[in-house]
């Protein structure tokens, strides 16, 4: 992959956290208050978001550096499926809030750069 194409997922997976992390932070406050509508939908499009934006930063891990575990990341999302499918909300909430939204929070910072160290080499 060249310098404008990993540009481009990143810029793109730095947004994506955005709205993931917001997403994340609507199901916490809706278990909280116990509004459990579209549970399924959230639970699903959390997954699947949390899963490419780990992808992304493996993929770019030769231009940020970092080591990611993925041990301890796989770890967290086999909780996440565990509580889900035994409806143990409190523990979801729990996962969510405490252990994924800062590994997304990490993601943004990484994504943040190694967007400026592509665009800086584009220079």
């Not at 793109?12 to 955005?18: D, I, K, M, P, V």
């Not at 041990?71 to 809030?97: C, G, H, R, W």
Request: glycine share 2%; proline share 1%; hydrophobic share 40%.
């Amino acid at each position: 992959m060249n310098n404008y194409e990993s540009l481009e997922i990143a810029i793109e997976a730095h947004e994506y956290c955005e709205k993931l992390y917001s997403g994340m932070g609507s199901l916490v406050n809706n278990i909280n208050d116990r509004n459990l509508d579209d549970l399924e939908v959230y639970f699903k499009n959390i997954l699947s978001g949390f899963n490419w934006v780990m992808e992304v930063i493996i993929l770019l891990r030769d231009l940020h550096k970092e080591n990611i575990d993925l041990a301890i990341t796989q770890k967290k999302i086999s909780e996440y499926n565990e509580a889900y499918n035994n409806l143990d909300l409190l523990l979801l909430s729990d996962i969510i809030e405490y252990e994924m939204m800062p590994e997304v929070e990490m993601a943004y910072n990484l994504l943040s750069e190694t967007i400026m160290r592509l665009q800086n080499t584009k220079q």
